[in-house]
Every structure is written in structure tokens, then in C-alpha cells.
């Protein structure tokens, strides 16, 4: 208060300082007066005046953090005053403040708020696009969130705090699927989970492959195989493109890795076989963005698109169901992508049992299209590995 005092003469603040003056001499005066000195920065911050806003919103992080555990009841009033701060057109610097505001509160708040983010969010979620905001206001709303998703991926607070809030997540953007701002929450919502996995640099975060493999779960069974363009699963495949162009080859490994465990520990697939295609295109996504570049370990990459095939061939009737137009999308296109960019060396002793698998019910009639696709991707690897098989 006393820098402030010295730095910022505006009317507005000095009618504030005037005010709070007499409340906070010491720190049990702060204690004993803390509705009041809330109900003022409330007061003072809400006329949004230019000059005064950036001591006030400074303000407002510093009473946080003297208050700590104590400042959760007054957290939905701070919360809707930056809301409604970021939510008008505003100056870039206004943008400034407010977020590294919000971004303190988080930090100052986050053992109290990670164990349960659904009423943080639930405040927020405007700001990530699902009402009109400009996509750098979504933007920076995406990244602050993505610290509190960070730690509550943290292995002391996954299953109690992470699990419950994607799923949140989902639920609230699959009952959004009228709001006609849905393709700006769809990109907020892909910005805030890529930035969570994300760790310093071009590194992926130590908790980020129990996000990735969290988000896999959540994909609900009638989306695995869907062709709609926006939908949860998308949003999951978007985090996996943004997160290849992130990372190097070294740091990307975490990521197939966690496409691996979520398909190796998948319980759904023993009901829902067809299950299977999200991770078969997870598979294609990673491996075909950037043309493989990322893909170090190309021997795993193989090893569970087989695996994943698996119960797909063994189910006969379970494709039947399925619009062609997906299964060729979804399974066949990620598949050949995969193939093409294998190296050869690698690819070869997987031949047999993947052709033996294309070329039996039910995906026997699918070979010849498949053959075609593979041959206007790589004329020269197709004679190599799918002539013998497609003459016969």
C-alpha cells in the first residue's frame, strides 16, 4: 500500500487510499477488518478506471496472499470482478494486470482450490470462449487454468481432483453444442490441456502423460469412431498435433508412451471394441504430423496399432454398424498413414501379421481401397510389402 501510495496519485485511487487507510496498520487489523477492506478493493475495481486499476488489481493479489487459506470466501468475488474486467475491450496493459492478477491468485490458492477446479472453472469458463471473447482473452484464460490443471495431475490429487474435472469438462461442452461461439470454446478448451501437458521449453511436463492418458479415457465410446468435426475427441487430437509441434523427438516420447498405457489399460474395450480406432488414430495423428519426426520408439508405435486391431478382427459384427465413410476416416486412412512412414527396417517383421489381419473378415473388403490409398501415398513401399497380398 505504501509503494502504491507513492507510484499512483489517479483520483480514484487516492479516494480508495483515503478510505483504506485506517484498516491496515498491522496484520491483525487486516485480519479483523478483511470484509471491509474486500467490500472497498470490490468497490474500487469495479468502476474499472483506467489510471487505478493496476495498483488495485495488485492490491487485491497481495490481500490474498496475506490472508491465505482465509481468503477462499471472498475467491467468487475476485473471480467475477476479473471476469468482468476481461469480458469488456480493454487495453492491453488492463489485459496485463488482470491476468498476472488472476494468475497470482491461482498460485497463492492453488492447495485450496486444486482438490476441487469444477467451481473455478465454472466462473471462467466464459472467458475460454463459450461466451464472446477475443481469442487472446480465451487465450490467456486457457493458460492460467492450465497451472491449476498441472497440479491437480499431480500424482497426490489425480484420481481425486483430475479425473472428476475432465469429465466436468466434457459434460459441459458436450451440453454447449448449440452455443454458436462452440469452435472458439473448442479451441480454449485445446489450448488449456496442450498448455498443461507442456513443461519448460520444448519439454513435455512431468505430469503431462497422466493428462493425455486421463483425456483418453474420457472419450466417451460413440465418439471413438465419429466423423463430426467438433466433438470431445477432437478436442483430445488437437491437444496431441499442438503437443507434436511443441516438443523435439527426445521430449516428445512421453506421449506414445502414454497412447500406449491408456490402450494397454483401457477396461471399455472388452465391451466396446471399436473402442479401439481413438488410439489407432491417435496413433496416425502423432505419427503423420510433421511426417514422424517426433516418433523415436517406432517399434511401440507398431506394437499397439497390432494390438489395437485385435479386437476389432475378432469381432465380425462390430463394424457393421459403423458408416463407411468413418471407418475409412478413422481406421484405414491412420493406419496407412502409419505404414508409410515406418521405417522399412522396423516394418518388416510386422508384415505378415498385419496383412494376415487387413486380409480377413471384417476387414477383408476394405483391402483393395486400402491397397489403392497406399499406393498414391507410396507407390514404391506398396509394391514392396502389399503387391504379393493384393494380386492374391
Known amino acids: 500500500m505504501e509503494k502504491w501510495a507513492e507510484l499512483n496519485l489517479s483520483k480514484n485511487f487516492t479516494s480508495f487510499k483515503r478510505e483504506l487507510q485506517p484498516l491496515c496498520d498491522s496484520l491483525p487489523q487486516i485480519l479483523h477488518f478483511e470484509g471491509r ?9 469495479s468502476e474499472q478506471d483506467l489510471e487505478s486499476l493496476e495498483p488495485l488489481l495488485d492490491l487485491l493479489t497481495a490481500f490474498a496472499h496475506d490472508l491465505g487459506v482465509r481468503f477462499e470466501k471472498h475467491y467468487p468475488r475476485a473471480l467475477s470482478l476479473i471476469t468482468q474486467i476481461a469480458s469488456r475491450k480493454q487495453d ?10 488472476l494468475a497470482f491468485l491461482f498460485k497463492y490458492l492453488s492447495k485450496l482450490l486444486v482438490p ?5 472453472y465454472d ?10 471473447a477475443p481469442a487472446h482473452i480465451t487465450r490467456s484464460a ?6 491449476l490443471v498441472k497440479k491437480a495431475a499431480a500424482p497426490a490429487n489425480r484420481e481425486k481432483a483430475l479425473t472428476p474435472f475432465i469429465q466436468h469438462v466434457r459434460d459441459d461442452f458436450e451440453f454447449s453444442r448449440d452455443n454458436r461461439n462452440l469452435e472458439q470454446y473448442y479451441h480454449g478448451l485445446m489450448t488449456m490441456f496442450a498448455e498443461a501437458v507442456k513443461g519448460q521449453g520444448n519439454g513435455i ?13 474420457s472419450v466417451p465410446n460413440d465418439q ?10 477432437e478436442i483430445v487430437y488437437g491437444v496431441l498435433i499442438n503437443l507434436v509441434h511443441h516438443s523435439t523427438s527426445e521430449t516428445f516420447t512421453l506421449i506414445p508412451e502414454a497412447i500406449a498405457d491408456a490402450a ?20 496416425g495423428t502423432v505419427s503423420g504430423v510433421r511426417k514422424g519426426t517426433r516418433i523415436v520408439d517406432w517399434q511401440l508405435v507398431l506394437r499397439t496399432l497390432l494390438q489395437c486391431l485385435g479386437p476389432i478382427s475378432k469381432d465380425a459384427k462390430s463394424l457393421d454398424t459403423v458408416e463407411s465413410t468413418a471407418i475409412w476416416q478413422q481406421l484405414l486412412v491412420n493406419i496407412a498413414i502409419v505404414w508409410q512412414l515406418v521405417p522399412m527396417d522396423i516394418l518388416i517383421p510386422y508384415i505378415t501379421e498385419f496383412t494376415g489381419i487387413l486380409t480377413r473378415e471384417p476387414l477383408m473388403g476394405w483391402f483393395i481401397p486400402f491397397c489403392s490409398y497406399f499406393s498414391d501415398l507410396d507407390s514404391t513401399r506398396f509394391r514392396s510389402v502389399f503387391l504379393k497380398s493384393f494380386q492374391k
Open 92 to 101: 492491453a496493459a488492463v489485459i496485463e494486470w488482470t491476468f498476472a492478477c
Open 205 to 217: 511436463h512431468s505430469a503431462g502423460p497422466d493428462i493425455v492418458k486421463s483425456l483418453l479415457r
Open 116 to 120: 476441487d477446479l469444477r467451481p473455478t
Open 142 to 147: 486457457a493458460e492460467a487454468l492450465s497451472f
Open 37 to 45: 477492506i474486500m467490500g472497498l478493493l470490490e468497490k474500487y475495481i
Open 224 to 233: 471413438c469412431i465419429s466423423i463430426e468435426p467438433i466433438n470431445w475427441s
Open 264 to 283: 494397454n489399460s483401457d477396461e471399455l474395450l472388452a465391451q466396446f471394441p471399436l473402442r479401439s480406432i481413438l488410439y489407432i488414430r491417435c496413433l
Open 123 to 132: 466462473l471462467l469458463v466464459p472467458l475460454l470462449g463459450k461466451a464472446r
